[in-house]
Each structure stands twice: as C-alpha cells, then as structure tokens.
C-alpha cells in the first residue's frame, strides 16, 4: 500500500535554517516526493536547492512546469513562481499573489491535498503571518496528516501558532524529529478511512483555477463569496469574502488571496505609500511656492511674494501633519534632540557609553553566520555589538537572543528603551520596534513608521549610528533577502566608518551584502570566518591609536 508519499513543506522567515535540519537526515531512498515553498525575493537568484542538496543526500533542484513527480527528490518553488502539484506532474505558474507572496504556501498546500488526498502531509515551518494555515486546513479536510514545528523551536512562530490556532494538528515537533516522523509516514500504509467532506467542495476546486489563471473556470464557477466591501490592494478590486474552512480569507475577481492578517499588512503598505506621496507633493509644493515668491521680489511685486510665501508655509506644515500622523505620534525626539550631547549629572559620557559600535545586520539564512561570528568575539571585546533582524510581531522577543546567548562569551540582551550602551555587550533589537542610538550613545526604541515596510530597519539604526559614532562605527551586513542596510553603509561610509560584508560564497542569500556592495563603500568583503577576526582587529587597533 502507498504511504504518505507527497510531502509539502511551507517556510518563511527562520525557514532556511529549518529546512536545512530538516532535510539532513533523509535518506537517499525515501519512498516521497517533497515540494518547498519558502518565501524569497522574485529579484534575486534563489540558491536554496543549492544549500539543500549540499546538506543531505536528496537532490534538490527548481521545479519545473511539467516536471513529472519522483520519489527522493526536493523540489523547490522557483522565485516569483507558485509551484502547484497535479496527479502525477508539477505545475509552476505566474499567477495572483496569495497572501501577499508568490511562491504562497497555501496553493501548493490546497493542490497538493486535491490531488493526492490522505496520501499529503502538509509541513508548517518558522515564518511570519499565517501563509499556509488555509492550505493545512485543505490537507486534513482531505485527509492527510499536518505537521507543525514546534513555535519554541521557530525562530518566527506567526506561521507555526496560526496553524495550531486554525488546524487540528497531528505533530507539534521540534524540526530535529520532523525528518523521522516524515520517513516513518512515507513507510506507513494509509489509514483506510476516507477524508472528511468538506462542506462546499466547489470553493476547492476553484482555487487551483484562479491560481493558474483559468479564466473560464473562474467565470464558469460563478460569484467568489459574498462582496466583503473592501478594495483589493493590489489592483484595486472588489474583495469577496470566502465562505469555506471557517478562517477569514479574501479574494477578488483577479484571484489576489488575503487572510485576515496579510491584508491588514497590506492595507498598512498602501496607506504608507499614499502617505508619503502626499508628503512629497506638498514639499514641492512648498518649494515652488518659495521660488515663485523669491521671483515676485526680483520684480517688486511685495504682496503677491507674501502671498506664495504664506502659500508655501501652509504646504510645509500640512506635510509636518501628515508626518507626524505616519509616525503615529511616536517621533523619537530622544533620537534627533541630544546635540548638547548632555549626560546624567556625576557621569561622565566615557564612563556612561562605549566609544565605539559594531552593527551586523541580518536577514534570511544568516543565523549561522551571526553564531559563528559572536561567538568568536573575546570577552574583553572593547566595543558595543548591536544585531538586528527584522523579526516576526508574533515571535517570543527573546528567541533568537536566547538561542545564541549560551554560546556567547559576551553576555547577551535585548535592547532597552534609554538604556546606555556599553562595550563587550551584545545588543538585539526587539520585533517590531526601530532601534536607534541617540548622540549621547543611549538606545531609542520606537514604533514609528515602518522603513521599506521593515521595523525594525536595519537602515535606520545606521543611519543614527553613523551621526551618533561617525568614525567610530563598523556595519557588518550578513545574508538575507533584500536591500536593507543599503542606505545605511552609505552614511557610515561617509561619516568615516567602516563597512564589510559577508561574501557570495558563504551567504546563504547574497541579496542584502550585494545591495551594499553595489553602493561602492564597503571596505572589507570577507568569508564569514574571517569577519570576528577582521572586527577585533579594526577596533583594537582603533583602541591603541
């Protein structure tokens, strides 16, 4: 008898890591085919295949349009491209985004359980939000099995904890005893009892269409649900509120997804981009509203002058309002009013601060080179460390520092709000919440707007060191999808810092140090292993000048 033989793994933020524990141990002969989506940028390459080949004995590669399906092989979901399982073949498509993302979880879930049924086990891994919580819900309605890691063990639990919210979930593992639980069902002979019906199959059998972009079927299937009364944000569409699987879900004539979660986070980066539309059309508004008063004095004209520049003055302070409300009313004035460079009283600022700081910026797959450069770091280390990722609202804040700290020779803590920064500490930003360190040395948090939809940014907290430390400051940017960091090394770059990134061949994603490199002020590209040691060097040497 067959096994649970069609293995569909869902990943996002954390999820390299996972996957490649994961996928380790499986044996060359296992009796399934594994199908991955992980969340990654459609502008850059995906090496994930790469890595996953070189960690276990499958072979992993893209999948392809057509491909047909084998047991012992990982296929992975090209960049920009939903992968979709059909009895027998791979679909690899270009359609709507689901949840925001394309490749989504829940196509490949929700394919996956219409074609091979009891014979799928749909996999939850670290991630953000909830892709995927829909698909799962698909899979045992039809009577596969779902695996969950466990959210303590996820470096992002938003994906874990809304899959264990919404599905009754057969394992909550640790991702080390995944893979035996997953060779173990691929061996087991399935249960003889049927799937469970779900109550209005039509909705499931639609959305394999909708993804691939039938057209005829989408029309031929009739209304989506019912009108929910809200714009889609990505085309501008009606959304229909979805009837089936008792979670909210969206979805417009396009086929555009949305859970309940990613169109709130939608929602929030079409509003931030209408907000600072409007802020620069008022800006330049009140440029030209000057310029034209500055030519109506050239040629005496006094009261129309007065005119254009009270004209100019109401457009400057409609953008200061419209500002102040993109921050939420949260501008760190902590951040931009210590010029003075004041201190406590009976302090002085040597005593209270370190004289110099090292920032690493980290995104996907970087978590190993992060331990491996920290750990390395000796416990007379004469500079303040800052790490920061953007990290996952629903995640324990602590995780990621906990993981690491009992490694570490330097001891390890989260950020604190007016907390003084000290040399041989290392410092993790909190999930969402900006880190910036003020001109007196102390650290800012904040929960003001998000940078390029990232709080926190690894830009902004450059950004205040490289004003606060000038030539004082080293950003290290590590492996992850991505820009962030970018601008960043710009300003310590031009404030007489150093800059240095990972290079190609030891990031698991070269998308952020190559967005740093291609500004042309990195200093140093180095191997990760040579990073700690590159650091103490530099701040030493800095040290006994």
């Known amino acids: 008898m067959l096994g ?9 933020a954390g999820g390299v890591e996972a996957l490649k524990t994961l996928v380790a141990p499986l044996p060359k002969d296992l009796s399934a085919a594994i ?4 969340h990654v940028s459609p502008q850059f390459k995906s090496l994930l295949p790469d890595l996953l080949s070189r960690c276990g004995s499958l072979s992993a590669t893209h999948a392809k349009d057509g491909e047909a399906i084998e047991h012992g092989r990982i296929y992975v979901a090209p960049p920009d491209y939903h992968l979709l399982v059909k009895r027998g073949y791979i679909r690899v498509v270009q359609g709507p985004k689901e949840n925001r993302c394309r490749p989504a979880v829940d196509p490949l879930f929700r394919t996956a359980a219409k074609a091979y049924k009891s014979r799928v086990v749909g996999v939850v891994l670290s991630g953000t939000l909830d892709d995927g919580t829909a698909g799962l819900i698909d899979v045992k309605k039809l009577g596969g099995m779902a695996v969950v890691q466990n959210p303590d063990d996820a470096l992002f639990s938003g994906m874990p904890n809304s899959a264990i919210e919404h599905v009754d979930v057969d394992h909550i593992l640790p991702v080390v005893s ?7 069902l691929a061996n087991e002979p399935i249960a003889t009892q049927g799937a469970l019906n779900m109550s209005n199959e039509d909705e499931l059998e639609m959305e394999p269409d909708i993804v691939e972009l039938d ?7 009739g209304p989506l649900g019912i009108s929910a009364g809200l714009i889609c944000p990505d085309c501008g569409g009606s959304l229909f509120q979805l009837q089936e699987r008792n979670f909210l879900q969206f979805r417009c004539r396009v086929g555009h997804a949305f859970s309940q979660a990613s169109l709130q986070a939608a929602q929030a980066e079409v509003q931030e981009k209408a907000l600072w539309a409007a802020i620069y059309s008022l800006e330049e508004r009140a440029e030209l509203m000057f310029k034209t008063a500055t030519d109506a004095r050239s040629r005496n004209r006094i009261h129309s002058a007065k005119l254009f520049e009270a004209q100019a003055i109401e457009a400057q302070q409609r953008s200061d309002l419209i500002r102040q409300a993109l921050f939420m009313g949260q501008l760190p004035a902590t951040a931009t009013g210590t010029a003075n460079n004041q201190v406590p009283n009976n302090t002085t600022q040597q005593e209270l601060t370190a004289d110099k700081v090292v920032v690493l910026a980290v995104g996907d797959g970087g978590i190993s080179a992060l331990s491996q450069i920290l750990v390395a770091l000796p416990l007379n280390f004469p500079a303040a460390v800052i790490v920061v990722q953007h990290l996952d609202t629903q995640s324990n804040s602590s995780s990621m520092a906990s993981a690491l700290s009992g490694s570490m020779t330097l001891p390890v803590k989260l950020a604190q709000e007016g907390e003084p920064l000290r040399p041989s500490i290392i410092y993790f930003a909190s999930p969402n919440e900006h880190l910036l360190v003020t001109a007196n040395g102390t650290i800012c948090l904040s929960q003001a707007v998000f940078v390029d939809f990232a709080r926190p940014s690894a830009d902004l907290l450059l950004e205040s060191v490289a004003a606060s430390f000038k030539q004082r400051a080293i950003a290290v940017i ?3 999808t991505g820009n962030d960091g970018a601008l960043g090394v710009q300003a310590i770059h031009q404030m007489g810092g150093k800059v240095m990134t990972s290079d190609d061949s030891t990031s698991e994603f070269f998308d952020m140090p190559d967005a740093a490199i291609s500004t042309g002020t ?3 590209v180095l191997p990760v292993n040579e990073i700690a040691s590159t650091l103490v060097n530099l701040v030493t040497c800095e040290a006994t000048e």
């Open 35 to 38: 199908f991955i989506v992980v």
């Open 522 to 524: 990195v200093d140093f």
């Open 478 to 480: 590590l492996s992850g």
């Open 215 to 221: 057209g005829v079927a989408l029309r031929n299937n």
């Open 4 to 12: 649970h033989d069609i293995i569909v793994i869902g990943a996002s």
């Open 178 to 184: 995944i893979a035996p639980l997953l060779v173990q």
